[in-house]
């Protein structure tokens, strides 16, 4: 066992016992252990439940990605404090009030790389499992798990319009795998593309387009596609399946979140609002928390500030009215 094999043998293991699990359940409901289709939803059910497993890493993203757009103020302050300043001592300066600005308000700008990051070991471990199946189903090879020989070659004879999902677009010369490769890949890069791009026209407020991230964004946007094309012509395509499924939860699950908890100060907001206004519900927003309370994200009533203290007891609002009579109030009493 290499190195790699040794890494990824936990992510190995849980993939292909995934991948067992599903194929027991949906022959026993009647499908064909060697049909395409058994096969393509036992990857898209693998899809599945990795995501539910990531999904507390994914509330933590927006949570981290909410704080990042509400002290987005601060940091162009930091910005345009030292614009045109290169010296060391600047450019050091300028990333220490960053990062106490990061850590002052809980959020971190690399957050929203970690579900991505998270899933890659478990992309890495599907790869490995589907470009072994012939020699899993002969014997010569072995992975952790529950995927056995047998599973291995009931899936090295299902095929899909005529093509194995153990071929890839490079390594096979059957015409019908290579046309479904290029049908996922375009699928993948649509999908991927219309996220960044919903993300960028709805879930962003105007003052956050011109920033460094935002165009690190838009660059995302146009390359992402072309990395697709380029990777994904070696991927099998039960590997392209697995991806196209997930740029498809991350698709609707984003549509969601935009729709229901969209960013302060973007379109999707406004939109929110006018829902919640025309359904005569009150317009709530996301505020920072004040310095009490460091890195706390509050939703409050319009005309209303609550501030969460560090202990996390909540106090309550006062009306003017009361705060003002609680001042004029006769000392001694």
């Known amino acids: 066992m290499g190195f790699?094999?040794?890494?990824?043998?936990?992510?190995?293991?849980?993939?292909?016992?995934?991948?067992?699990?599903?194929?027991?359940?949906?022959?026993?409901?009647?499908?064909?252990?060697?049909?395409?289709?058994?096969?393509?939803?036992?990857?898209?059910?693998?899809?599945?439940?990795?995501?539910?497993?990531?999904?507390?890493?994914?509330?933590?993203?927006?949570?981290?990605?909410?704080?990042?757009?509400?002290?987005?103020?601060?940091?162009?302050?930091?910005?345009?404090?030292?614009?045109?300043?290169?010296?060391?001592?600047?450019?050091?300066?300028?990333?220490?009030?960053?990062?106490?600005?990061?850590?002052?308000?809980?959020?971190?700008?690399?957050?929203?790389?970690?579900?991505?990051?998270?899933?890659?070991?478990?992309?890495?471990?599907?790869?490995?499992?589907?470009?072994?199946?012939?020699?899993?189903?002969?014997?010569?090879?072995?992975?952790?798990?529950?995927?056995?020989?047998?599973?291995?070659?009931?899936?090295n004879e299902s095929t899909v319009l005529g093509a194995k999902l153990s071929s890839s677009f490079l390594h096979s010369d059957d015409t019908s795998a290579k046309f479904l490769a290029v049908v996922l890949i375009i699928a993948m890069s649509v999908t991927t593309f219309t996220t960044q791009h919903q993300l960028m026209r709805k879930n962003m407020p105007a003052s956050a387009l011109d920033n460094p991230m935002a165009r690190q964004q838009k660059v995302l946007l146009y390359a992402l596609p072309l990395v697709f094309a380029v990777t994904g012509v070696n991927f099998p395509l039960g590997v392209l399946v697995y991806w196209t499924a997930s740029n498809l939860w991350t698709m609707c699950q984003q549509f969601y979140v935009i729709r229901a908890m969209p960013a302060p100060g973007s379109p999707a907001e406004k939109a929110l609002e006018e829902r919640r206004l025309a359904k005569g519900k009150p317009v709530k927003k996301l505020q920072l928390a004040t310095q009490e309370a460091e890195g706390e994200v509050v939703e409050a009533g319009t005309g209303a500030n609550v501030t969460v203290p560090r202990s996390g007891q909540r106090v309550q609002p006062q009306s003017k009215k009361r705060k003002k009579s609680k001042n004029n109030r006769p000392k001694g009493r």
């Open 4 to 155: 790699l094999d040794t890494l990824l043998w936990p992510f190995t293991w849980l993939v292909s016992s995934i991948m067992a699990g599903f194929h027991w359940l949906l022959t026993r409901i009647g499908m064909q252990d060697t049909n395409g289709l058994t096969w393509i939803l036992v990857i898209v059910g693998l899809v599945i439940v990795l995501r539910l497993l990531l999904m507390p890493l994914f509330v933590r993203q927006i949570h981290s990605q909410r704080r990042m757009q509400l002290i987005q103020p601060e940091l162009m302050k930091i910005q345009k404090k030292y614009k045109g300043k290169k010296d060391e001592a600047s450019r050091k300066a300028m990333q220490e009030e960053s990062f106490g600005l990061y850590k002052k308000h809980g959020t971190n700008p690399f957050s929203s790389c970690l579900p991505i990051l998270a899933q890659m070991p478990f992309f890495f471990a599907l790869f490995r499992i589907l470009n072994s199946v012939p020699k899993i189903a002969d014997g010569s090879h072995s992975v952790p798990g529950f995927f056995t020989p047998a599973l291995a070659q009931a899936m």
